[in-house]
Structure formats: C-alpha cells, structure tokens
T-cell receptor
C-alpha cells in the first residue's frame, strides 16, 4: 500500500459524458501527478500539481483538466468522452516539487462505451 | 527530450534462473532512472532508483540495476527468479527539462516465471 488513494476503482460511462476522478496523496506529499495507461500509448504523463499550482504538463487533451485543492487532494476531469479515452488512470504523489521518487495509487479503470 | 527503450516486451525464465530486463535511455542531461513493477490489477511499485550516486543500485525483492553511462543503459537483474516475480516491469527516466518532474516510461516488459 503506497498511501495514495484513488476513487472510484472502476467507472463505466458513455461517449460524450463527463467524469471526475479523485486522488488523495500520501500524508505530507505536496505534489500530485496524473498518468494515463492504455494498451496503445502505454504509460503517459498528463499533468503535475504542486501545492495547488500546475507545475508540468504532458500529453493532456484539452478535454481533460485537473486541479489540486487546499487539502492537497486532486481531481482529474474528463469531458466529452470518447471510446479512446478508455484507460487506467493513475495518480502519483511525491514530497516536493522536484522530488523524483513518485508513489502510485491503485488506479481508476475508465471504460467508455 | 528524454526517452526510454525497453528491449523485449516479454521475457520468460524458469524459477531459479537469472532475470535480465533491458533498458536504454536517451537524455540530454544526467538522468535520474527508475524501475517500477506492476502486478496484475495493481498500481506501480518503485523497485529502485538511480539518482547519480552509486552506479550499482539495489532495490527491493532482490533486484538490482547498474547504470552504465557509456552504454546509456540501466538493466534490471535478479540472480534467481521466483514465481512471485511474474509481473510487468517499467523503466522510467525523469524528465528534467520541465519545471516539474514528470516520469517518461518505457513500454514495459512482461516477466513470466515457470516452475
């Protein structure tokens, strides 16, 4: 158990819908990262937040957005969902802004039908 | 830009045999390198990391990796495979060109262990 929690574990929704994935980092960690794991793209970095502010951005679609709240939990919002958005979404956390050791949550499996 | 190549998407070994999973990196700056393991239906667990200290890095579960700058490699080894080592293994490099610390992952290697 890494100490990073993600809810829900599974999510099934239809194309065109909007969903919100939630992540709580390990106690004391200020950075939260979101990754997408799919069969064709592998593991891809989406976005990093540090203490409430966006720090780094990867291959995140415009239909996706994220935020980190004052209590440091983070939410990833996915809208206008397409079949290709079906994937495992991981949240990770680390102590600092430039800390390289990241701890991963169990993931949320999103299925778009 | 940093990148990682894992040679061999699938490696099969017998229980007790040597495990060797290959990883080559490309980086314009001294890299920070990682190996993660993913068991079925679970998240990623950090096995070990190289952050420019000792070139031979020991991790959990008997795994170790050696950083070889001349070969731009960071191969993962374990002297004797156990059935419980069957999982998917990911090599990653830290993208230090960004303000943050994104990890760039390889495509993964599935390790199968037979009795």
């Amino acid at each position: 158990d890494s100490g990073v929690t993600q809810t829900p574990k599974h999510l099934i929704t239809a194309t065109g819908q909007r969903v919100t994935l939630r992540c709580s980092p390990r106690s004391g960690d200020l950075s939260v990262y979101w990754y997408q794991q799919s069969l064709d793209q592998g593991l891809q970095f989406l976005i990093q937040y540090y203490n409430g502010e966006e720090r780094a951005k990867g291959n995140i679609l415009e239909r996706f957005s994220a935020q980190q709240f004052p209590d440091l939990h983070s939410e990833l919002n996915l809208s206008s969902l397409e079949l290709g958005d079906s994937a495992l979404y991981f949240c990770a956390s680390s102590v600092g802004e430039l800390t390289y050791e990241q701890y991963f949550g169990p993931g949320t499996r999103l299925t778009v039908t | 830009a940093q990148s990682v190549t894992q040679l061999g998407s699938h490696v099969s070994v017998s229980e007790g045999a040597l495990v060797l999973l290959r990883c080559n990196y490309s980086s314009s700056v001294p890299p920070y390198l990682f190996w993660y393991v993913q068991y079925p239906n679970q998240g990623l667990q950090l096995l070990l990391k190289y952050t420019s200290a000792a070139t031979l890095v020991k991790g959990i579960n008997g795994f170790e990796a050696e950083f070889k700058k001349s070969e731009t490699s960071f191969h993962l080894t374990k002297p004797s495979a156990h059935m419980s080592d069957a999982a998917e293994y990911f090599c990653a490099v830290s993208d230090r060109n960004q303000a943050g610390t994104a990890l760039i992952f390889g495509k993964g290697t599935t390790l199968s262990v037979s009795s």
